[in-house]
């Protein structure tokens, strides 16, 4: 059986089972925005967008974006511009890893 805890994104209490991060209502909500966000780049002409501007045209925000391609339910293959910030530096976009070339090497 799960133990309550609160969740990380909206604070309610909930009880965890194993593989859940966040409560139910946040996993739903987390869910409708891959969806807007998957029904965005799936059309042609939105193929080359980078996340700042899916972010901008999905309102979900460009940390939930990166969540979902390092997930693997994003393909940056498919979307060659659809590269994300270092978690360093904030500044340089990389499409692996958490770290840019430059962060690495601090």
């Known amino acids: 059986m799960g133990e309550l805890d609160n969740c990380p994104r909206c604070g309610r209490v909930f009880v965890r089972l194993p593989g859940q991060k966040v409560c139910p209502a946040c996993a739903a909500e987390i869910e409708a925005e891959f969806e807007r966000v998957y029904a965005f780049i799936r ?54 890893g958490r770290f840019c070339p430059s962060c690495k090497k601090e």
């Not at 460009?62 to 360093?88: K, M, S, W």
């Open 43 to 96: 059309k042609k002409e939105n193929r080359q967008a980078t996340i700042y501007e899916v972010s901008d045209k999905t309102g979900v925000s460009v940390r939930q974006i990166t969540e979902f391609i390092r997930e693997g339910r994003i393909r940056i293959a498919d979307h060659p511009n659809l590269a994300y910030p270092c978690e360093r530096c904030g500044k340089a976009l990389i499409t692996e």
